[in-house]
Nanobody
Framework: QVQLVESGGGSVQAGGSLSLSCAASGSIFSINAMGWYRQAPGKQRELVARITSDGSTNYADSVKGRFTISRDNAKNTVYLQMNSLQPEDTAVYYC???????????????WGQGTQVRVSS
């Protein structure tokens, strides 16, 4: 099994900052990428930021310049620093890991339990 344990999140006023972290553990052979997705009430889950094993990153247009994703490969941990938060950033944020549990298998997606971020105006 692969476990993703998220921490961080909470409530903040607009313009404030929060940070999230997600540590992966369990039976992991290799990790292609880790990232963060979010889902607001009544909306579909969307990509926020993603970082590959070689450090390549991509961000949703709505968070570029405000959010920064980083990763500690030795700890299998991914971080998301969120600055200049706005009410529209309010959502449940989910950690994602794309990887293999065994060699010669197709990469699969694994998800954390989600952490709530609330931004008030």
């Amino acid at each position: 099994q692969v476990q993703l344990v998220e921490s961080g999140g909470g409530s903040v006023q607009a313009g404030g900052s929060l940070s999230l972290s997600c540590a992966a553990s369990g039976s992991i052979f290799s990790i292609n990428a880790m990232g963060w997705y979010r889902q607001a009430p009544g909306k579909q889950r969307e990509l926020v930021a993603r970082i590959t094993s070689d450090g390549s990153t991509n961000y949703a247009d709505s968070v570029k310049g405000r959010f920064t994703i980083s990763r500690d490969n030795a700890k299998n941990t991914v971080y998301l620093q969120m600055n200049s938060l706005q009410p529209e950033d309010t959502a449940v944020y989910y950690c994602n890991l794309e990887g293999r549990r065994r060699i010669y298998t197709v990469p699969e997606d694994y998800w954390g339990q989600g952490t709530q971020v609330r931004v008030s105006s």
